[in-house]
């Protein structure tokens, strides 16, 4: 038998999202962790390590796609869940509403500090 | 023809009992994707310190004493700090591996294995976890 479990309504454009942003997640956080754990030690970090590391475009674009990705997929986990849950009406709307700032909020926020990360500022 | 299947309410926590190995799997996914999306807004504020550093004494940064490179390093030289990185860890490996198995069954593969797979994504997290912690404790006591 077909045991299914999702918080997702298939065939949707949530769902399909959920997806492509999942499969570029595995590869870039897998790459994020190695170079900040293995390559590189966490508690050998320093600004200009940082900047250094930033300052490529190449790495800079990877990092901001790597926010907007995990954002996207995060916030849409979290937004899917509670609808999962039951929720719906106004509530929906505003958890939307509520959860889509925060996005945006975070993705701004983390683009100034790759932006002041780079040296760019 | 894809057969229909009446889950029950899985939200109702109580019946964690009757829970098979496919309604873990959902519950652990929904735990370790709340947890990492608690830790990227965590993990963006604390890198928000690099905003200060940029802006402020050039030579603090040379010196390594900028405010960026203390918090971190600050952080990083606490033994409970090098704790929780490898539970982010477990909980990362185990969000990727069981999502892979997601997307197995979503694509219709594997199904019939799929309790076996979500055994195979706890051990694997396991294994990984336990690798990685000489990594992850280098250089710290408590």
């Not at chain 1, 790495?59 to 907007?68: A, P, S």
């Not at chain 1, 929906?92 to 040296?119: D, E, F, H």
């Not at chain 2, 490996?93 to 076996?116: C, W, Y």
């Amino acid at each position: 038998m077909a045991e299914q479990y999702s918080s997702f309504s298939r065939g949707g454009t949530g769902w399909l999202l959920q997806r492509i942003t999942a499969a570029f997640l595995i590869v870039v956080l897998a790459f994020h962790f190695f170079q900040l754990h293995f390559v590189n030690h966490a508690a050998d970090v320093t600004f200009a390590g940082t900047q250094a590391r930033m300052e490529n475009v190449g790495y800079f674009l990877t990092m901001v796609l790597f926010l907007i990705a995990g954002a996207f997929h995060g916030l849409n986990g979290v937004y899917n869940a509670l609808v999962n849950q039951g929720l719906e009406g106004t509530q929906k709307k505003v958890v939307l509403a509520v959860l889509s700032l925060a996005g945006i909020a975070l993705i701004a926020q983390g683009i100034w500090v790759a932006v002041a990360m780079a040296g760019w500022t | 023809m894809s057969q229909s299947y009446n889950r029950g309410l899985i939200e109702d926590f109580g019946r964690w009992k009757e829970f098979s190995a496919g309604m873990w799997a959902w519950i652990f996914h929904k735990f370790t994707g709340w947890m990492l999306i608690g830790y990227l807004f965590t993990h963006i504020a604390v890198l928000s310190t690099a905003i200060g550093a940029a802006a402020g004494d050039p030579a603090a940064i040379q010196q390594e004493t900028d405010v960026y490179t203390t918090t971190i390093q600050g952080l990083e030289s606490l033994f409970i700090i090098r704790v929780l990185e490898v539970g982010l860890l477990a909980v990362a490996v185990f969000h990727i591996l069981n999502g892979l198995r997601l997307l197995m069954v979503d694509l219709g593969i594997g199904l019939s294995a799929q309790d076996k797979s979500f055994y195979a994504s706890l051990v694997l997290t396991g294994i990984i976890t336990i690798a990685s912690v000489p990594t992850f404790m280098d250089g710290v006591t408590i």
